[in-house]
Each structure stands twice: as structure tokens, then as C-alpha cells.
């Protein structure tokens, strides 16, 4: 029997591993720098890296990495081994100070987005001390920042690590002012539910769609797919449960809390949930996470898909963001207390962050917006594309009162009785969950549920981070100099409420009468990546990024550049795929089944010509007739692709090329050969079908 506990984080150099092995004036000396960000000294890291390479050899690890986030959206690494020659000739196992702290990697096949010119390949990673070295593979990975030669962010990881210290930092002020002197930092915390789906190795192996784009871009929707709801929290099939077995080893093994895992709404999807953790972390381990995942799903002759929306007709798979804000010693800053509407200290970060997201609504859309995630959002399974925020019906209550300068007692929850004999009665929630909310409080946290599956957290949560400090700067500037801190702190919390009461929304967010009430409320409905992003780099952004440290301009710019050229390098490979495969695989198809039936009706007619028309010869006109349709999309999908101004310079003009252009034409492509998909005898079609992908485990 596996002891949990004493394999948990048995494969990461954490505080046991280092408490152990360094010396105590080291190790405390790293604890220092960790804390306070100051800098750390050469002896104390090379004292580090001897023990770092002694537990990773003990471990089996015979190689190191610096492993770093690019703004591929993935994590590179590049492999060292320890092996040294001594002075004897022999071999020896080596690690240094100076290793550990800086490497070099070539730069120039990673996006920039313009920070540095193709010929200028030198990239640099540096140790990130805060994050926990970790073994995979046999490789010691050393989590580090990314950057160019001219002291560029090449990375997500830099900016989280700069929003998290501009939100700390005002979130200091603000507690100072309520007298709290004891806190040092504040944590932003961070627990991302992920979505995925697995599918059957030998079918997703005989899909071009799914190999090259993640997703099906072809599929007839099979008679049953998630109508029943019998799938939602199911019992889970015995292969699928080897599969999450063993993922919970190799994450625990990592240090990862994998906590919750069930079956979701649509056949094949599942769910994993970990234990939330400071911000940093979080974002490292969810991109293990995602990583593994994949590894043990092969291991299992299955295929992990975490494209947002891998299947038409059925849910996309999304990642919910659980943000919090901690103190050091432990109080979550968003815990309303059982009296919230005497919590002035809780209202007003309630206030700073409606405000957030109210003033900010172009930034959170850009920080989940994507390709893939446009095929999801709003699709009625995931948020719409509008922004608005849940505070669920007693928290409304309270802000409706201060707003109204009424008076709040509060409300008498009751207890829930469930109505059969000898069961427990228990005490209610403070207010039902909305799961069309973009942005919803459930209980001492915020979920941000647009974000995409295969999406980095990192992104969104540097969103976050900045314009929450944003607000709060504002709020700590004004309470500083009032002279009556009392009546300043009540004026400010009901103006704040007053002003961005428009974001708040606890209605049914898929509804057509909400977009028509959005915009009447004069929010922002981004419906496609395209329509979002250069809403990115305008002044407002530039300047409050800067305010806080978070971005330069020129790292906005670059940003904005690969976002754009990420969104139109998608879809033209999808673009192509689709090409590739009616060409190839869909239309000799249908040439092959028209040829059987033509022969059928022709023996038919040679034996009696004066047979009426047969289900024979009425099957060969349907046949060609979508046939004809197919060829005709296909002809106008090659000549709107090859239209688009690749050469331009221009990446705004050509993401709404393929938005406006491109995109239209592969919908009218799917929807002819997802017809003919229907029409033609099954043994012939040349892929597996979806009935085969979503119930073939």
C-alpha cells in the first residue's frame, strides 16, 4: 500500500530537503531573500547548488534544466548533464553557484513580438527562488524568468512575479491604514480547477484535425451525446480510472495537492481540482499539471485533449481561476466574516475589485482570449464573451443598503431541510452559485471561469493582479490624507459601489436579453480575439502597466504582436488541415460512394429499364449534390485563404482577415461535410467518427 504522505513531494527540493541538507546559515539566509526579494550571495547559492545536485543525484537525476515559461504558452527547457571531468581525468558529478543562478539559451526561435530582432539570439533564464526545484525525468528542473539581452521580459513568469509584488504593495497601504502592522506581504492565491477530455489513442492517431490543430474541425454529431446529463458526475470507467491513479501519483510526487476529480458534462470530459496555493506556485504546477497529464494518458494508450473546444455540440473544457488575496500570517483578505456589512476592511477590497473589473473589462477579456476559446465562450457551457461580476444575493443586499444609505441587519440564512426523515438539516449558503458568471465570489475567493483549458494562468492572473493594485493605489492615496479616516472610508466604499454597480450581474449570462441590458449598462461585448487585443496596447493600458511596474510599453507592444500572430497562425493551420483533409480524405470518400451507388443503379436499369426511380438512384442525387456543395466550399476556402495579406506587416489586418474572411467560409466547409458524413456508408469514411472519440473508452 502506497504511503500518500511520505511520497508527497518526495520528487521537489522543498523546505524539508533544504532545511536538511544546507547549512543552517544558508539555508537562512535563502529563507531572507525569499521573503524580503533582497539579493542572494554567490557562497550562500553555491552552498544551494551542492545540495540541490546531491538530493537530484541521490534521486536518480542525472541532468538539470532551467525550466522557464516562454510566451509560447508552454514550458522549454534545455538539458546539462552534471557530468564533469575532475582533475584526475575521472568523471565527477558537478553543479555550481553560478549555474544555478543564470543560464543562457538561445532566444531567437521563441516569440518576441519585436523586443529583439531574429539575429539577436541571446536569451537568458534566472533562478527563481521562490518556486521549488523539482525532478521529472530524471532531470533536476530549476524554475527561472526568461529575458532578452537588453533586460526584456520573455516570459510570463517575470510579470506575475512583478503584479505580485504591485498588489502586495498596495495592499499593505490599505492595511495600514486599518492599523495592521504586522503583516509584511500580501500573497495573491491562485487554485485552477482544469478541464480535459480523453479520447482513445488509435482514433485520435487517424485524425489529421486533432494532431495538427487539437480539435475536430470535421464531425457529424453522434444520435446521443451529453442530452442525458449521464455522464456529470457519473462513476468513472475503469481505465479512465488507472489513468487519474496514477496522474494523482506523479502529481503528488511533485508536491502538487490533486484533490478533486469526477467526470464532466460531456462524454469523455473530466475534471481535476487542486488544493489552491500562492500565485507563483500555482502557475508552475498547473503547467506541470497539464504536462503530466498528457504523459500518463499515453502511458494508458489514451490521448489527454485540452483544446477549448476539441468537439462541436458537446462542452469545451475550460480552467477556473480561484483568486484570492492571503496576508503572511495567514487571514484571506476576502473572507466577508459572518457579519460582512460591519466588515468595512472586507468591503472595501469588495469594492476595489468590482471596480476592477468594471473599469477594466477589455483587459480580462484580452487575458483569456484566444482561437480556440472563441469557439467556447458564451456557446452556453462557458461565460459569455460580455465581462461582468457575481457577488451572489447577501453581498447584493449589502451593497444595494450602503448604496441606498439604509440600514442592514443582515439576513437569516435558516438552515436547509431537505425534507426526508433522519437525514442531517444544515445551514445555508450565503447564496447560490451562477456558473454563466464570468467573474463570480463564491464564498473568500473570486472565480474566473472564461479561461480555456490550455491556457497559462499566468496571463489572467498578472490581469489581476495589476489592476486590483491599480484600484487600490487610488483608494490608499485619498484615505492617507483624510482627516476623518471613518467618514472618508464610508463616503469612499458607497461612491465606489454607486459608480460600478453596472458590472454586477446575477442574471443568466447565456441570454440574448442579457447582451441586449450589457450594452444598454455599456460594458463591453469582445466576442472574438481579434475584436479584443488591440484594446491591449492602448494608452490607458500602457501607462497603467508601467504605473506598477508590471509591463514596459515596449513589452506591451511585443505582447499584443504575439497575440495576434498566435490567433492568425491557428486558424490559418486549421485552415489548411481542413484543405488537406477534404482534398485527401472527404472527397476521394465521396467520389468512391458515388461510383458503388452509380454502379448499383446502372444494374439496376440494365435489368429493367422501365423501373422507377429507386432509393438507389435518389441516395446517388444526395450524394452528389453535397458533393458539389463540398467542392464548392472547399474552392472558396482555398481562395479566401490564400486572399489574406500575410505579407502586409500588418497583424491587426490580418487577424480580421481570417476572423471576417477566412473563418465564415470553414463553418460553410464543416457544415457541407458534416452532411456528407451522414450520407455516406460508415465503413468508408475515412476517420473515426465522433460516436467512436467520445464512447470509445
Not at 541571446?122 to 533536476?140: C, E, M, V
Not at 472527397?587 to 468512391?592: E, G, H, I, Q, S
Not at 474552392?635 to 489574406?644: D, K, M, P, Y
Request: proline share 5%; aromatic share 8%; with cysteine.
Amino acid at each position: 500500500m502506497i504511503n500518500i504522505p511520505d511520497i508527497f513531494g518526495s520528487m521537489v527540493f522543498g523546505e524539508d530537503a533544504m532545511r536538511e541538507r544546507l547549512p543552517a546559515e544558508a539555508y537562512e539566509a535563502l529563507k531572507r531573500s525569499v521573503e524580503t526579494g533582497g539579493d542572494l550571495d554567490i557562497r550562500v547559492a553555491t552552498a544551494v547548488a551542492s545540495a540541490m545536485k546531491d538530493w537530484a543525484v541521490e534521486k536518480g537525476a542525472t541532468h538539470f534544466t532551467h525550466w522557464f515559461q516562454p510566451m509560447t504558452g508552454f514550458t522549454a527547457e534545455k538539458h546539462d548533464s552534471f557530468l564533469s571531468p575532475g582533475r584526475d581525468g575521472r568523471a565527477i558529478m558537478d553543479f555550481s553557484g553560478k549555474e544555478l543562478i543564470k543560464g543562457e539559451s538561445d532566444a531567437s526561435s521563441f516569440p518576441s513580438g519585436g523586443l529583439r530582432a531574429t539575429f539577436e539570439a541571446r536569451g537568458y533564464t534566472a533562478w527563481d527562488p521562490t518556486s521549488h526545484a523539482f525532478i521529472k525525468d530524471n532531470t533536476l528542473c530549476i524554475p527561472t524568468v526568461f529575458y532578452s539581452y537588453g533586460g526584456a521580459s520573455l516570459d510570463k513568469k517575470t510579470p506575475l512575479l512583478r503584479s505580485t509584488e504591485a498588489v502586495s504593495r498596495q495592499a499593505l497601504r490599505i492595511l495600514r491604514l486599518f492599523g495592521n502592522d504586522r503583516v509584511k506581504k500580501v500573497i495573491p492565491t491562485v487554485g485552477a480547477e482544469q478541464e480535459y477530455f480523453l479520447i482513445d489513442k488509435r482514433y485520435y492517431s487517424r485524425r489529421r484535425d486533432l494532431i495538427y490543430c487539437g480539435r475536430t474541425l470535421f464531425g457529424a454529431p453522434p444520435p446521443k451525446g451529453q442530452q442525458l446529463d449521464d455522464h456529470y458526475y457519473g462513476a468513472i470507467k475503469s481505465r479512465v480510472r488507472a489513468f487519474m491513479e496514477e496522474l494523482d501519483l506523479e502529481l503528488w510526487k511533485l508536491g502538487i495537492y490533486a484533490k478533486t476529480e469526477h467526470n464532466e458534462v460531456a462524454p469523455a470530459q473530466h475534471e481535476l481540482a487542486p488544493v489552491y496555493t500562492d500565485i507563483n506556485t500555482a502557475a508552475d504546477q498547473n503547467q506541470l499539471m497539464m504536462e503530466i497529464m498528457k504523459k500518463v494518458a499515453d502511458r494508458h494508450g489514451l490521448v489527454c485533449l485540452l483544446h477549448e473546444k476539441p468537439f462541436a455540440g458537446v462542452n469545451g473544457s475550460g480552467k477556473h481561476n480561484n483568486w484570492s488575496l492571503s496576508t503572511d500570517d495567514g487571514v484571506n483578505l476576502l473572507d466577508p466574516g459572518k457579519s460582512p456589512w460591519e466588515n468595512a476592511q472586507f468591503l472595501l477590497f469588495l469594492a476595489a475589485i468590482i471596480r476592477a473589473v468594471d473599469e477594466h473589462q477589455d483587459l480580462l477579456r484580452i487575458s483569456v482570449a484566444s482561437a480556440g476559446n472563441d469557439n467556447r465562450l458564451g456557446a452556453s457551457e462557458a461565460p459569455p464573451s460580455i465581462i461582468s461580476c457575481f457577488i451572489g444575493d447577501e453581498l447584493e443586499r449589502v451593497v444595494n443598503a450602503i448604496v441606498n444609505e439604509e440600514s442592514f441587519n443582515g439576513v437569516d440564512k435558516g438552515r436547509m431541510e431537505i425534507g426526508v426523515h433522519g437525514l442531517p438539516s444544515f445551514p445555508k449558503d450565503s447564496t447560490d452559485r451562477n456558473r454563466t458568471s464570468p467573474f463570480a465570489f463564491t464564498g473568500n475567493k473570486f472565480e474566473f471561469r472564461s479561461l480555456g483549458a490550455p491556457a497559462s494562468i499566468a496571463g489572467p492572473n498578472i490581469i489581476l493582479n495589476t489592476i486590483v493594485a491599480d484600484v487600490l493605489s487610488h483608494y490608499a492615496d485619498e484615505l492617507e490624507k483624510a482627516e476623518d479616516f471613518e467618514k472618508a472610508l464610508n463616503e469612499l466604499i458607497r461612491r465606489e459601489f454607486r459608480a460600478h454597480r453596472r458590472i454586477l450581474f446575477d442574471g443568466d449570462g447565456y441570454s440574448e436579453k442579457w447582451i441586449a441590458e450589457a450594452k444598454a449598462r455599456g460594458l463591453l461585448n469582445l466576442k472574438t480575439t481579434a475584436d479584443a487585443i488591440p484594446y491591449y496596447a492602448s494608452e490607458e493600458n500602457v501607462a497603467l502597466f508601467a504605473r506598477h511596474g508590471v509591463f514596459t510599453r515596449e513589452e506591451i507592444l511585443s505582447r499584443t504582436e504575439i497575440l495576434l500572430e498566435t490567433y492568425t497562425k491557428v486558424v490559418a493551420i486549421e485552415a489548411k488541415t481542413m484543405i488537406e483533409m477534404t482534398r485527401q480524405e472527404i472527397l476521394p470518400t465521396a467520389v468512391k460512394y458515388a461510383h458503388s451507388l452509380a454502379s448499383a443503379v446502372n444494374e439496376m436499369k440494365a435489368v429493367s429499364p422501365t423501373l422507377p426511380v429507386r432509393p438507389e438512384e435518389k441516395m446517388l442525387f444526395r450524394i452528389a449534390e453535397l458533393t458539389d456543395r463540398l467542392y464548392v466550399a472547399l474552392s472558396a476556402l482555398e481562395r479566401t485563404a490564400a486572399e489574406v495579406p500575410k505579407d502586409s506587416g500588418d497583424t491587426l489586418a490580418v487577424a480580421l482577415a481570417y476572423k471576417s474572411g477566412v473563418l465564415p467560409v470553414m463553418a460553410e466547409l464543416r457544415r457541407a461535410a458534416d452532411e456528407l458524413e451522414s450520407a455516406v456508408d460508415s465503413s468508408l469514411w475515412p476517420y473515426p467518427t465522433y460516436g467512436d472519440l467520445l464512447f470509445g473508452i
